[in-house]
C-alpha cells in the first residue's frame, strides 16, 4: 500500500500501473491534496476487459471452494487493516472516523456473505413429466457465470458498495472492472490490492479512475461486457439504462426516504434518537438517509422537542477526529445546493428550526417543518443534512405523503398496531419496509432495491449474485 498523498496508478493484470496523465484528489473538508490519481483513458477501459475477458475462463474454473476461500481470506485481512482501510475511506470521502470504521465493518461481512453464497448457488430439480409428454426425462437447474461485469460505483460508500458488486461477482464465477467515483478512486485500489493478495488472480480485477461519460461509454459499447452494475444518481442511471441494450444492469439509485411516527409510540425518545442518526448519518450523504419524518399530531411536539435536542449534540469538525459526528459535504457545488434548497423551502413557507447555515465546507444538521410537498427538500434527493418533520392527522394522510414521490427505496414505520403496520408495509410503494425502524437501516444480507426512479433489480449479497450469473437448464431423458 502507498500513502494517501503518493501518486496512484491504475489497477491492471494483478498490480498497481503508473499512467501519463493524473488528476488530483483533494481532502474535501481541509483542501489539501490527498492524491494524484491515474485518469483513465479509453484505451485503459478497453485494455481492462479485454484482461478481465481473457481471465474469465481461470475464474470460472476455480471450484466454488476456492472461490469462496479467496473472499474469505479478503474478510480475514480486511479485518486485520481496518484502521489502515477506514483512514482511506475517511480521508477521500469525507467520512467521519466512526463512520468510516463501521462502514469498514460492513465490508468484511460482505465479503464474508459473499463467500457464504458462492457455496450456496444451486439450481433446483424440476420434474419434466408435471408436463403433458414430459414423462421419461429428469431436468436440474445450474447458475453458470456470465464473464466480465462493469462497476461503476458512487462516492459515499467507496468500499463496502464497490463490494456490493465485487464480492456477488466473484462468488459467481466472473471477473470485474470497476470505475469508481472520481472523488473515491483510493477505496477501489485498495481493494483491488487487497482481493489479489487473498489469491484473486490477475486480470479478474481492473480499476480505472477517471471521469464516468468516456469511460462509461466504452463499458456500454464492448460486447465483453455482460453486465453492469452501477450505484449512483437517477439521472447517471436512466442514461445507461437506455444504451445498455441486451446487457444485463442493475442500478441502485437515489431516494428521499421518509417515516412515520403513529399515535401508538411509546417511547418517543428513543425514536427520535434513531431518527438523528438516520437523518445526519454522513452528513446525509446516504441514499436511504431520513428526508422525510412524519408524525401524529398526538407525538408532534414531543417529537420535535426531542429530535431538536439530540441534534444539538451532533459536534461539527474534521473527519479524522473522534468527537466528529458531521463534517464537510463532498464538494462545493452540494453545499451550495443544499444551502439553496434550503432558502427555497424558507420562502416557501417552511420553518428552519436549526440549522440553515454553512459550516467551513458543510452545512450545519438542519431541521425543518411546515415544509410544503412541491419544494426541492421534500420532492427531491437532498443528499445532504436537511430532515423534514411536518405534522399529520393520521396514518392514511401520512401514507399520502410517503408515496408522494418519485422515488422508493426504504419507509420506515414506528407503530406499536400491528394492523397498521401491516396496512401500511403493504401500500407503502417503496423495495423495502422497516417497521420499528429508521428506513437509513440496511443489513448487507437483505434484498435490497427500489421501485419508481430508485432502481431496477435489487443487491443484496443473494440476490446480486443471481443477477450476475445466467440460469441453464439441462434434461436428461431416460425414456
Ligand atoms: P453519480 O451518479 O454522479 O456518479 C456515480 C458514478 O457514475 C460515478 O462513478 C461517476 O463517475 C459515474 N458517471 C457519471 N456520469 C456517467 C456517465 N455518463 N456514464 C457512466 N458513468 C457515469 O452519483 P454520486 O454523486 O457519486 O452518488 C450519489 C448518488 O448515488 C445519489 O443519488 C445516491 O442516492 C446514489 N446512491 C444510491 C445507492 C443505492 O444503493 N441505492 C447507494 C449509494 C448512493
Given at each position: 500500500m502507498t500513502t494517501a498523498t503518493e501518486t496512484r496508478g491504475w489497477f491492471f493484470e494483478g498490480t498497481e500501473q503508473k499512467a501519463e496523465q493524473t488528476y488530483q484528489v483533494n481532502h474535501p473538508h481541509s483542501g489539501e491534496i490527498l492524491a494524484h490519481v491515474a485518469e483513465g483513458t479509453k484505451e485503459m477501459m478497453t485494455a481492462a476487459i479485454a484482461s478481465a475477458h481473457e481471465a474469465f475462463p481461470t475464474v470460472k474454473n476455480l471450484s466454488k471452494s476456492e472461490r469462496a476461500q479467496i473472499l474469505f481470506q479478503a474478510a480475514k485481512l480486511l479485518e486485520d487493516e481496518k484502521e489502515q482501510a477506514a483512514k482511506i475511506i475517511s480521508q477521500e470521502a469525507c467520512k467521519p472516523i466512526k463512520a468510516a470504521r463501521s462502514e469498514v465493518d460492513r465490508t468484511v461481512q460482505t465479503l464474508q456473505f459473499s463467500g457464504e453464497e458462492t457455496k450456496r448457488l444451486d439450481g433446483e430439480y424440476l420434474s419434466l413429466d408435471a408436463a403433458a409428454g414430459g414423462e421419461g426425462r429428469d431436468?436440474?437447474?445450474?447458475?453458470?457465470?456470465?464473464?466480465?461485469?462493469?462497476?461503476?460505483?458512487?462516492?459515499?460508500?467507496?468500499?463496502?458498495?464497490?463490494?456490493?458488486?465485487?464480492?456477488?461477482?466473484?462468488?459467481?464465477?466472473?471477473?470485474?472492472?470497476?470505475?469508481?467515483?472520481?472523488?473515491?478512486?483510493?477505496?477501489?485500489?485498495?481493494?483491488?490490492?487487497?482481493?489479489?493478495?487473498?489469491?484473486?488472480?490477475?486480470?479478474?480485477?481492473?480499476?480505472?479512475?477517471?471521469?464516468?461519460?468516456?469511460?462509461?461509454?466504452?463499458?456500454?459499447?464492448?460486447?465483453?461486457?455482460?453486465?453492469?452494475?452501477?450505484?449512483?444518481?437517477?439521472?447517471?442511471?436512466?442514461?445507461?439504462?437506455?444504451?445498455?441494450?441486451?446487457?444485463?444492469?442493475?442500478?441502485?439509485?437515489?431516494?428521499?426516504?421518509?417515516?412515520?411516527?403513529?399515535?401508538?409510540?411509546?417511547?418517543?425518545?428513543?425514536?427520535?434518537?434513531?431518527?438523528?442518526?438516520?437523518?445526519?448519518?454522513?452528513?446525509?450523504?446516504?441514499?436511504?438517509?431520513?428526508?422525510?419524518?412524519?408524525?401524529?399530531?398526538?407525538?408532534?411536539?414531543?417529537?420535535?422537542k426531542a429530535f431538536i435536542e439530540q441534534t444539538s449534540k451532533l459536534q461539527f469538525g474534521a473527519p479524522e477526529s473522534e468527537e466528529t459526528d458531521v463534517s464537510s459535504l463532498i464538494n462545493q457545488d452540494s453545499r451550495v445546493r443544499v444551502l439553496q434548497w434550503i432558502e427555497e423551502a424558507h420562502e416557501k413557507g417552511a420553518k428552519v428550526l436549526t440549522g440553515g447555515k454553512a459550516e467551513g465546507n458543510g452545512v450545519l444538521p438542519t431541521v425543518l417543518t411546515n415544509v410544503p410537498r412541491d419544494v426541492n427538500v421534500s420532492c427531491q434527493e437532498v443528499f445532504g443534512p436537511v430532515v423534514l418533520i411536518n405534522e399529520v392527522k393520521n396514518a392514511d394522510e401520512a401514507l399520502n405523503a410517503m408515496n408522494d414521490s418519485d422515488y422508493g427505496l426504504n419507509a420506515g414505520v414506528f407503530t406499536n398496531n400491528l394492523q397498521q403496520a401491516l396496512k401500511l408495509a403493504h401500500q407503502l410503494e417503496v423495495g423495502q419496509v422497516l417497521v420499528n425502524d429508521v428506513p437509513t437501516l440496511r443489513f448487507?444480507?437483505?434484498?435490497?432495491?427500489?421501485?419508481?426512479?430508485?432502481?431496477y433489480g435489487r443487491?443484496?449479497?443473494?440476490?446480486?449474485v443471481k443477477e450476475m450469473a445466467e440460469l441453464k437448464m439441462i434434461s436428461l431423458n431416460f425414456s
Amino acid at each position: 500500500m502507498t500513502t494517501a498523498t503518493e501518486t496512484r496508478g491504475w489497477f491492471f493484470e494483478g498490480t498497481e500501473q503508473k499512467a501519463e496523465q493524473t488528476y488530483q484528489v483533494n481532502h474535501p473538508h481541509s483542501g489539501e491534496i490527498l492524491a494524484h490519481v491515474a485518469e483513465g483513458t479509453k484505451e485503459m477501459m478497453t485494455a481492462a476487459i479485454a484482461s478481465a475477458h481473457e481471465a474469465f475462463p481461470t475464474v470460472k474454473n476455480l471450484s466454488k471452494s476456492e472461490r469462496a476461500q479467496i473472499l474469505f481470506q479478503a474478510a480475514k485481512l480486511l479485518e486485520d487493516e481496518k484502521e489502515q482501510a477506514a483512514k482511506i475511506i475517511s480521508q477521500e470521502a469525507c467520512k467521519p472516523i466512526k463512520a468510516a470504521r463501521s462502514e469498514v465493518d460492513r465490508t468484511v461481512q460482505t465479503l464474508q456473505f459473499s463467500g457464504e453464497e458462492t457455496k450456496r448457488l444451486d439450481g433446483e430439480y424440476l420434474s419434466l413429466d408435471a408436463a403433458a409428454g414430459g414423462e421419461g426425462r429428469d431436468a436440474y437447474t445450474i447458475y453458470e457465470p456470465i464473464g466480465v461485469v462493469a462497476a461503476i460505483t458512487p462516492f459515499n460508500f467507496p468500499l463496502n458498495l464497490t463490494v456490493h458488486k465485487v464480492g456477488p461477482a466473484i462468488a459467481a464465477g466472473n471477473t470485474i472492472v470497476i470505475k469508481p467515483a472520481e472523488q473515491t478512486p483510493l477505496s477501489s485500489l485498495y481493494l483491488a490490492d487487497l482481493l489479489t493478495r487473498a489469491g484473486l488472480p490477475a486480470g479478474a480485477i481492473a480499476v480505472v479512475p477517471g471521469e464516468g461519460p468516456p469511460l462509461g461509454e466504452v463499458m456500454l459499447s464492448d460486447d465483453r461486457v455482460k453486465k453492469i452494475s452501477f450505484t449512483g444518481s437517477p439521472r447517471v442511471g436512466k442514461l445507461l439504462k437506455n444504451q445498455a441494450g441486451l446487457k444485463k444492469i442493475t442500478l441502485e439509485l437515489g431516494s428521499n426516504s421518509a417515516m412515520y411516527v403513529d399515535e401508538s409510540v411509546q417511547d418517543i425518545e428513543a425514536v427520535a434518537t434513531k431518527a438523528v442518526q438516520g437523518a445526519f448519518a454522513y452528513n446525509g450523504q446516504v441514499c436511504l438517509s431520513t428526508q422525510r419524518i412524519y408524525v401524529h399530531e398526538s407525538q408532534i411536539e414531543k417529537f420535535t422537542k426531542a429530535f431538536i435536542e439530540q441534534t444539538s449534540k451532533l459536534q461539527f469538525g474534521a473527519p479524522e477526529s473522534e468527537e466528529t459526528d458531521v463534517s464537510s459535504l463532498i464538494n462545493q457545488d452540494s453545499r451550495v445546493r443544499v444551502l439553496q434548497w434550503i432558502e427555497e423551502a424558507h420562502e416557501k413557507g417552511a420553518k428552519v428550526l436549526t440549522g440553515g447555515k454553512a459550516e467551513g465546507n458543510g452545512v450545519l444538521p438542519t431541521v425543518l417543518t411546515n415544509v410544503p410537498r412541491d419544494v426541492n427538500v421534500s420532492c427531491q434527493e437532498v443528499f445532504g443534512p436537511v430532515v423534514l418533520i411536518n405534522e399529520v392527522k393520521n396514518a392514511d394522510e401520512a401514507l399520502n405523503a410517503m408515496n408522494d414521490s418519485d422515488y422508493g427505496l426504504n419507509a420506515g414505520v414506528f407503530t406499536n398496531n400491528l394492523q397498521q403496520a401491516l396496512k401500511l408495509a403493504h401500500q407503502l410503494e417503496v423495495g423495502q419496509v422497516l417497521v420499528n425502524d429508521v428506513p437509513t437501516l440496511r443489513f448487507d444480507h437483505m434484498p435490497y432495491g427500489g421501485v419508481k426512479q430508485s432502481g431496477y433489480g435489487r443487491e443484496g449479497v443473494k440476490y446480486a449474485v443471481k443477477e450476475m450469473a445466467e440460469l441453464k437448464m439441462i434434461s436428461l431423458n431416460f425414456s
